[in-house]
């Protein structure tokens, strides 16, 4: 028996054993010597199946079904992933074609590959610069807007993420950011539609991250080496299925199959590779027709890939809410803050009615004060007084003889209200003092302007501070005996009212006297504005599916045929966007994702958000959205805040 028929028959003893317990895997024959490669990515495109090969000595070859080269592509080269159906854009024609990325040889310099069909020919697509370690392994990664990126593994604990395409197809490397691992990780892979980025610790163990550019650090185990999970010796090579998971432990000559669904992580099965004496490598792929997983297992002694394929129950998933998620993308960013952390927070809008070009955004800093923007997102001005928390803006407030615009913020460092004036002309800032609360951890915060009248011609101006215990202050804002931009500010409680929990989100439809909270973890609330309005919360909006907590940033835009609440859904990086008016309808979701041609990157984790219907120039003429990005990409750099044009929401939502 030679030695092909040893492994085939140790294979199937292995998987009959199985078997009687299990009735899911049942192997076909091996390959043979035409799959002699180093790694090998099966692509299955309908009927049609192929394979991707990569070599030191033989190169990137492009096999049919039975091995035979359909295309060749005379370039040394290690490691391999591949994708299906991926837009390419060159020369102005765009292109759905399988790529394939790998290392170049011997400059060690990773890059893409494709296979087109039409030419029938395997070229060369790109090359990323050649990095400054030896790259151990590599995987790709498209997201949910397409945008098809990668990650390059550095054994001292570096994962690189570069994006090597945009959804359109265009070529944009750019370095995204560098991910935190584990030393020693040997290998890794993505399951694209559960944003999950496997890696695999040498003699440690499997780990979860997010896969996604925008997700935070942070790892979760999926099985760890005995006596802490059920590998024997660890696993050093993975594949990804869907929902599922194939590891190797090499030194047990285990395949070890994981079910991945619904964030949970399960060993389903195991099965003996006895009769391969190094396996070191591991491909894998679905094929919707039989409804099994074929497995290639590189066997590094005898140099070939054997085949394994088993049964796979797979269902794809169902979304989970009538509102799909639809992607926008921002203009314009700000400078970010001086440093790492959570930092940015809050942004207001204050429009500059002689001159909306010369309109501004500020924006708090929890660690260090205010920041004020130009519509460019330049930093104009920045106040360094306190870890201000929420800011909101109003006009023509009564000051003293005078009437001015206002900035007002909670300082979280003594539980106050910081007032800045801003001159209508400039939109430059003036500290101009505090006002003092009784809260104990003050934290979100929005400003409510009553309706002028005859008594109060620029009506009354009221702070509405939260602390972290669920109360809310309505506070009357006052200020006498004005000496240049300051005041002594007075504040006068006239009401409070409770959630049960921990609130943030606050904003005023002062037009319709109205008061929209946000308690994180439960719901959205209104009450009227007025000081006389009681004290009872009603329901709008629950979290769940649609609004996923935290909830955070809230604001209103004032629409031509009525009022738009939006809020920040923290859980999933997105903003609801709904009717401020009851029955509250939901009229849409979306998220902010990268313009890889701007170099603005997309938008997780928004803590403050602001909205506003004015026409400030330029793409901004239907208004804008400010969000605050928790986690600044491409490259990786402190917290901002983007700017999104009002007529690309509507657009996206069919508004009116």
Not at 527 to 550: F, K, R, S
């Amino acid at each position: 028996m030679n030695k092909t028929n040893i492994i085939f028959a140790a294979l199937t003893s292995a998987v009959v054993s199985i078997s009687a317990v299990q009735a899911a895997p049942t192997p076909v024959a091996t390959m043979g010597n035409n799959f002699s490669a180093a790694a090998i990515a099966p692509l299955n495109e309908g009927k049609s199946t192929s394979y991707l090969a990569v070599d030191e000595s033989a190169g990137i070859r492009w096999l049919d079904a039975k091995g035979k080269t359909l295309a060749h592509l005379n370039q040394p080269a290690e490691l391999l992933d591949s994708r299906l159906s991926v837009v390419v854009n060159e020369k102005g024609e765009s292109k759905s074609l399988t790529v394939g990325a790998t290392v170049f040889l011997p400059e060690q310099q990773p890059g893409l590959v494709v296979l087109d069909s039409a030419t029938k020919k395997v070229r060369e697509l790109l090359r990323l610069p050649i990095p400054s370690f030896k790259i151990e392994n590599l995987c790709l990664s498209r997201d949910i807007a397409n945008n098809l990126s990668i990650y390059l593994l550095d054994e001292r604990g570096t994962a690189e993420h570069w994006l090597l395409l945009d959804a359109k197809g265009n070529q944009r490397i750019r370095h995204l950011r560098n991910l935190p691992i584990s030393p020693n990780s040997k290998s890794c892979a993505v399951d694209d539609q559960q944003n999950l980025l496997f890696i695999a610790e040498e003699s440690i163990g499997v780990w979860a991250y997010g896969a996604d550019v925008e997700t935070a650090p942070g790892r979760r185990a999926v099985d760890m080496a005995a006596p802490f999970g059920k590998l024997i010796g660890g696993a050093e090579v993975i594949a990804t299925i869907p929902q599922g998971l194939l590891a190797i432990e090499p030194e047990q000559k285990n395949l070890m199959v994981y079910r991945t669904a619904n964030n949970q992580f399960v060993l389903q099965q195991t099965i003996s590779l006895a009769g391969l004496e190094e396996p070191e490598g591991v491909s894998a792929q679905y094929n919707a027709t039989t409804k099994k997983i074929d497995a290639f297992i590189y066997d590094e002694e005898s140099s070939q890939q054997q085949h394994v394929q088993f049964d796979w129950d797979y269902s794809a998933p169902v979304a989970k809410t009538e509102f799909p998620i639809v992607p926008v993308t921002a203009s314009v960013q700000t400078q970010v803050m001086a440093r790492f952390g959570d930092a940015a927070d809050d942004p207001a809008i204050w429009v500059n009615k002689k001159d909306a070009t010369k309109s501004r955004v500020i924006g708090t800093n929890k660690q260090q004060g205010l920041f004020v923007y130009d519509m460019q997102g330049r930093e104009v001005q920045h106040f360094n007084t306190g870890k201000l928390n929420n800011v909101d803006v109003r006009y023509s407030v009564s000051f003293g003889k005078k009437v001015v615009d206002v900035a007002v913020a909670t300082n979280r460092d003594d539980n106050s209200l910081a007032i800045y004036t801003i001159d209508p002309d400039s939109g430059e800032l003036a500290f101009s003092g505090s006002v003092a609360t009784n809260l104990e951890e003050i934290y979100g915060f929005c400003l409510y302007q009553s309706p002028a009248n005859a008594k109060n011609p620029n009506g009354i101006l009221y702070a509405i501070p939260n602390a972290k215990s669920g109360e809310f202050q309505q506070i009357q804002l006052s200020a006498t005996n004005t000496s240049a931009n300051k005041a002594p500010w007075k504040g006068k409680k006239v009401r409070s009212f409770f959630v049960k929990s921990q609130p943030e989100g606050c904003v005023a439809d002062d037009k319709n006297q109205r008061l929209f909270v946000g308690e994180e973890d439960v719901a959205v609330w209104t009450i009227g504005a007025e000081p006389n309005a009681g004290t009872n919360v009603e329901l709008v909006m629950q979290a769940g599916d649609v609004l996923v907590a935290d909830i955070e940033g809230m604001g209103i835009y004032q629409g031509k045929k009525g009022n738009y609440l939006v809020v920040s859904s923290q859980g999933n990086n997105s903003y609801v966007i709904l009717d401020a008016v009851a029955p509250f309808k939901v009229r849409g979701i979306i998220r902010v994702d990268m313009d890889a041609e701007l170099g603005v990157d997309g938008v997780s984790e928004t803590d403050g958000l602001e909205v506003t219907h004015f026409n400030l120039g330029g793409e901004f003429t239907e208004g804008m959205l400010v969000v605050q990005d928790g986690h600044k990409v491409m490259p990786e750099a402190p917290q901002n805040f983007k700017y999104v044009s009002w007529e690309k929401i509507r657009t996206a939502l069919g508004l009116e």
